[in-house]
């Protein structure tokens, strides 16, 4: 075979360099328009944020409208999401990968996850109207709403926890079991804090993934104008839901106030991100 010449070698380099290019500008242009975005967020709702905001209740006049119900009705269903969906997604994710990786049930469980994480969230809030708001008899309550979320990011949590299962070597567990231990010591002793970082940053994300939703909240019922601190067993409201009522309204106070809401959604979808880091980067030294 003979070598390049000069101008082949030339008309390599120049189409190395556009695609270059267009692999930098596929990164920068959408990072562009997200900091434009961000950009104007942050400058339309800055006025509106301060203490007030965030201790007050919503209101009728846009200048006196907070968003501490919300803000703690979110924050509550998202400590009940993932009470709930990350035990059954660890668990899951172990009978799978330890357990079940050639019968014929795991093929088919698997299959039925993959399918499901890909269902628009509206189906989530239909099943959880029927199942855990009429069936159960849970009604408008953030219990209703929890579960709900909980089955929206479950398949995410089970295909996190198994990626991060599978970076155990088998070398480690064919070990373990060589000198004397159960298979379940074995998974719980060597494979799972091996694990562990990359199960809990898949399993943060893939709940903070339900802070934003709205859809599935709406139908199982959540309110946009309550003005007391909700619990477990009343009605609720959560911080999109908030937004997208101040979004609707035609006056632009209510706008800033839509903003401000989104600065407060966007702060707290950081300190969860930064978490997950902060865990992942915490067990991977300590390993």
């Known amino acids: 075979m003979r070598a390049p010449g000069p101008a082949q070698r030339r008309r390599r380099r120049t189409g190395e360099r556009l695609f270059f290019l267009l692999c930098l500008a596929s990164v920068l242009v959408p990072l562009a328009m997200l900091a434009t ?18 201790r007050g209740t919503p209101s009728r006049r846009a200048s006196a409208a907070g968003i501490w119900p919300a803000l703690i009705g979110s924050l509550t269903l998202i400590g009940l999401t993932a009470l709930l969906a990350v035990p059954v997604g660890v668990a899951a994710a172990v009978y799978l990968e330890e357990y079940g990786r050639r019968s014929r049930m795991a093929g088919i469980i698997e299959v039925n996850i993959a399918n499901l994480a890909g269902v628009p969230s509206i189906i989530y809030g239909l099943l959880g109207l029927e199942v855990f708001v009429r069936l159960f008899g849970m009604g408008s309550t953030v219990v209703a709403g929890a579960c ?16 991060a299962l599978r970076t155990a070597p088998d070398a ?23 694990a562990l970082p990359g ?21 199982v019922g959540a309110v946009v104008f309550i003005t007391f601190t909700p619990d477990l067993g009343s009605q609720y409201t959560a911080l999109p839901i908030q937004i997208f009522n101040w979004v609707s309204m035609p006056q632009k106070a209510f706008l800033d ?31």
Not at 38 to 47: M, S, T
Not at 148 to 163: F, K, Q, W, Y
Not at 178 to 194: D, F, K, N, S, Y
Not at 269 to 287: D, E, G, V
Request: glycine share 6%.
């Open 148 to 163: 709900t979320l909980a089955l929206l990011v479950l398949p995410v949590v089970i295909m996190a926890s198994r990626e």
């Open 257 to 287: 106030n839509a903003a401000a809401a989104i600065v407060v959604l966007l702060v707290v979808l950081l300190l969860l991100s930064s978490t997950a880091i902060f865990l992942r980067n915490k067990y991977q030294a300590r390993l």
């Open 172 to 194: 480690l567990r064919e070990g373990a079991v060589a000198l004397g231990a159960t298979r379940w010591q074995a998974i719980r002793q060597v494979v799972l804090p091996l």
């Open 37 to 54: 975005l961000i950009g104007d967020v942050v400058l339309d709702g800055a006025g509106r944020l301060s203490w007030e905001f965030l």
């Open 199 to 219: 199960i809990l940053t898949g399993a943060i994300l893939a709940v903070a993934r339900a802070l934003g939703e709205t859809a599935p909240l709406i139908v």
